[in-house]
């Protein structure tokens, strides 16, 4: 399905700033899932862009603004084409041989930065007895994973504006509600914690023709989870609503949490007053 996106972050300031110095992760990625035709960055004040891979494979762009100004606007437009991926259920090797996988030096090593916890990904007491009580193994590791994705859909409610962009997995447990990224970065934890590499995913969700507690149409971008499924790869699901990542979900980047690829961030000169507004929009492209 061909979809296109365009995500605006307007940054305005009480008085004019100088030196605004910025990173930006919203180039979609193209993969085996997904493939990105066309996209364009549109910087006003007009600056010259750098471009460059970060070291989990995401496209970079940076920038400075030199010269004063007392607005940033960032707009990236996207056309990229998704197809449902084939879901191997059953992985070359059984229940207990993919968990023995997974708890060789050599497997544990190469995947080192997605097993470890983080400031977001805790291994707080109480996301560690959380994750005690989530059965499944028997099913093998794919089984777990969609026990553990299916746990935290159930236990927790999605409540935008509940949360902040800084909360942790244990807060999470302690608040009761929160988002996306509180979703993703508690099945971080549990995933971790039982030994499965898992990555922090940010992209897009199509829900315009969706209803439901998820269906959020003032904002589409996202954040899930991919993790690592021996004999099969590495797989997408999403905690906040409950699935495996198809056609509907468009991807920008993955790294060991949030802080690795958020999508705009940058420093400058001047006021420490600004207010932030950001508007994302994802459709599905006309044919014809």
Known sequence: ??????????????????????????????????????????????????????????????????????ELTITSRSTVVTRDRDVVWKAA???EESWNRLRSEDFIDNNAEYLLPTSYASFHSTVEAYALGIRGEEDGVFGFIRNAASAIYGDFEYKPHSTGVHTTADELIGIGTGVCQDFAHLLLSVCRMRGVPARYVSGYHFVGDLQGRNADFEQASHAWVEVYIPGVG???????????IDWRYVKLGHG??????VPVKGIYRGTSGQTLQVSVDVQLAETG
């Open 1 to 70: 399905m061909k979809v296109d996106i365009c995500h605006v972050t307007k940054y305005k300031y009480d008085s004019v700033v100088t030196d605004s110095v910025n990173e930006i992760r919203l180039s979609p990625r193209t993969d085996e899932r997904q493939a990105c035709y066309q996209h364009r960055l549109i910087i006003e004040p007009n600056v010259q862009l750098l471009s460059y891979e970060d070291y989990f494979g995401n496209r970079v762009h940076s920038f400075t603004a030199y010269a004063p100004h007392r």
């Open 234 to 244: 590495w797989q997408g699901i999403d905690p906040t609503n409950n699935n495996l």
């Open 256 to 261: 060991r949490d949030y802080m690795d690829i």
């Open 93 to 95: 090797w059984g229940p």
